[in-house]
């Protein structure tokens, strides 16, 4: 554990060899030429945890995807990828702004556990169960067959296939009211982090 109480990055990530360690600074993210990236500690009345903030300048090409029938570009020159990890949670959030600075979609992450690497990078270990979500409220979870195909070849506990299961059942409940602080804060603590960015 950092000072904070967070995990600290680990080759050991238990809980099945297939669970997958994934960093919030996304090195591997090859489609992107040239971005900034931030992290910061908050601990106030909406949120805990740490956020990052991956300011896209350019990238090869671009990136949508499809939400219930509906494209959205979610990757391009001037876009930013904001990431939440909350305090003693097991998820974490990314919230996409387009080159005006309009949120276009969150997107959920369910993990075994979220933690902070040595060169203090959040990391988040991955449980296949994502839910992505539109600022009109529409939403659409994502690899369920995934999560299910991975009990059954016994690559992951059975404790963390419920862990998945239920984490994912409370998050809905939030999203369909549109509940969620670190929803609803979204847009504070982008201009937090904004601030931090360096040109």
């Not at 219930?68 to 305090?87: S, T």
């Not at 080159?99 to 990391?123: C, H, L, R, T």
């Not at 009109?136 to 404790?159: P, S, T, V, Y």
């Not at 809905?172 to 009211?177: E, G």
Request: proline residues 3%.
């Amino acid at each position: 554990m950092d000072s904070l109480g967070y995990k600290k990055d680990s080759r050991d990530l238990g809980g099945g060899a297939e669970v997958k360690r994934k960093y919030a600074d996304r090195l591997d993210w090859h489609r992107v030429l040239d971005r900034n990236f931030v992290c910061k500690y908050f601990q106030d009345n909406e949120f805990e945890g740490y956020a990052t903030l991956i300011t896209i300048h350019q990238v090869k090409e671009p990136l949508t995807t499809v939400i219930n029938g509906e494209e959205v570009l979610i990757v391009d020159d001037g876009y930013y990828w904001m990431q939440h990890f909350p305090w003693k949670s097991n998820y974490c959030v990314t919230t996409m702004f387009n080159d005006k600075k309009e949120i276009i979609q969150w997107y959920f992450d369910i993990s075994k556990q979220n933690g902070i690497s040595d060169q203090g990078i959040p990391f988040w270990d991955d449980l296949y169960l994502d839910v992505m979500v539109l600022p009109n409220g529409k939403f659409q979870m994502k690899d369920e067959d995934e999560l299910e195909d991975a009990l059954n070849r016994n690559a992951i506990e059975l404790d963390d296939y419920y862990l998945a299961k239920n984490t994912m059942k409370d998050l809905i409940k939030s999203i369909k009211s549109m509940s969620l602080p670190v929803m609803q804060s979204s847009e504070h603590y982008f201009n937090l982090l904004l601030k931090h960015v360096k040109y």
